[in-house]
T-cell receptor
Framework: DSGVTQTPKHLITATGQRVTLRCSPR?????VYWYQQSLDQGLQFLIQ???????AKGNILERFSAQQFPDLHSELNLSSLELGDSALYFC?????????????FGQGTRLTVV | GQQVMQIPQYQHVQEGEDFTTYCNSS?????IQWYKQRPGGHPVFLIQ?????EVKKQKRLTFQFGEAKKNSSLHITATQTTDVGTYFC???????????????FGQGTILTVHP
């Protein structure tokens, strides 16, 4: 158990809909990262928050947004969903926002868009 | 932007054979991390390399960071069925000598071990 909690574990929704994925980082970790894992795309970095502020942005679509709340949990909002958005979405946390710190990954949310 | 390429994409071995995956970056890296993801699981941190030419070992796993800090490898000696999974490298590029920057994951190498 990494200490990072993601909910829900599975999500099935229709195209055009909007969903929210939730992540609770390890106790004490200030940094939260979101990744998308598709079968043929490996781990794609989406966005990073540190102590409530956006720190880095990766290949995140405009239809996607995220935020980190004062209690440090984070939410990833996906809207106008398309079939191609079906993937495993991981949240990871680390103690700081540097690149030398190991990241702890949650179990992931498997999103299926039908 | 920074690209991290990992090869091979797939590797099938017989139990007891060795396995190596390679990670190459288009730019000089500040550090490299390796993660393992078991089937149906999540990535788990294995190790980090920071110094040019660094070599680290974890039991049957040997990790190397190239002299130019543009490539890295993970070698597993005498694979076991417990080694199955996807191995990812993640290359770091810091900003101006600080600890801030971005980690870019490679595509991963999926290892299958046949008993």
């Amino acid at each position: 158990d990494s200490g990072v909690t993601q909910t829900p574990k599975h999500l099935i929704t229709a195209t055009g809909q909007r969903v929210t994925l939730r992540c609770s980082p390890r106790s004490g970790d200030l940094s939260v990262y979101w990744y998308q894992q598709s079968l043929d795309q490996g781990l794609q970095f989406l966005i990073q928050y540190y102590n409530g502020e956006e720190r880095a942005k990766g290949n995140i679509l405009e239809r996607f947004s995220a935020q980190q709340f004062p209690d440090l949990h984070s939410e990833l909002n996906l809207s106008s969903l398309e079939l191609g958005d079906s993937a495993l979405y991981f949240c990871a946390s680390s103690g700081d926002d540097g690149i030398y710190t190991e990241a702890f990954f949650g179990q992931g949310t498997r999103l299926t868009v039908v | 932007g920074q690209q991290v390429m990992q090869i091979p994409q797939y590797q099938h071995v017989q139990e007891g054979e060795d396995f190596t995956t390679y990670c190459n970056s288009s730019t000089t890296l500040s550090n490299i991390q390796w993660y393992k993801q078991r089937p149906g699981g999540h990535p788990v941190f294995l190790i980090q390399l920071v110094k040019s030419g660094e070599v680290k070992k974890q039991k049957r796993l040997t990790f190397q960071f190239g002299e130019a800090k543009k490539n890295s490898s993970l070698h597993i000696t005498a694979t076991q069925t417990t080694d199955v999974g996807t191995y990812f490298c993640a290359g770091g590029a810091n900003a101006g000598g600080t600890s801030y920057g971005k980690l870019t994951f490679g595509q991963g190498t999926i290892l299958t071990v046949h008993p």
